[in-house]
């Protein structure tokens, strides 16, 4: 993986969407598809995706990610989504954001259908967003692979509870 041309994709916002954050913008990834196809190869490549029976991509930038990796690795994919999106009978949880609190929800259907998971997003901050995903998981029996991101910030910590392995492209 090219690193140095990933960062150059990277945009930083200062002040974005709250005073005080400093918002990575991983959009740029994708419209640079020689790129964003190495970068797929690569997350694909991994032990945490190679273990789990399917992925679970999270709300909103996940999705974009998780669902390149599920067509590269030719493995099924479910979504955690925010409030309110999802239709039928969903699991919820509520967690905090590095800017404010929220909650996910997956639909139980699709949460029954698969035992082992990796969690796919495109950042990974504090951690509450992924310990969200992992607690929905974890409280109805499945396992939890890891989680794959591209981005981590790491000053904020947020791999520290974790007791499964994260991966992450872009440490930052
Ligand atoms: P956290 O729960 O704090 O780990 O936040 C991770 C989630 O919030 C991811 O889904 C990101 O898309 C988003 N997020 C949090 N902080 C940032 C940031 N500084 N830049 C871009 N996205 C962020």
Redesign the pocket.
Known sequence: MRIKRLIELIDTYKDFPKKG??????LGIIQEPQVFKELISEMSSSQIIKNAEAIVS??A??FIFGSAISFYSSKPMIVARKPGKLPGEVIEEE?????GKSSLSIQKESLDRFSSYAIV????????????VANILMKRGKKVTGVVTV?E?MN?N?RVDFNFPVETMLSL
């Open positions: 954050i400093e918002f990575k913008d991983v999270i709300d930038r996940g967690y905090y954001l590095e800017y997003d495109d950042l990974l901050a504090t951690g509450g967003t992924i310990d969200c981005v910030l904020l947020g």
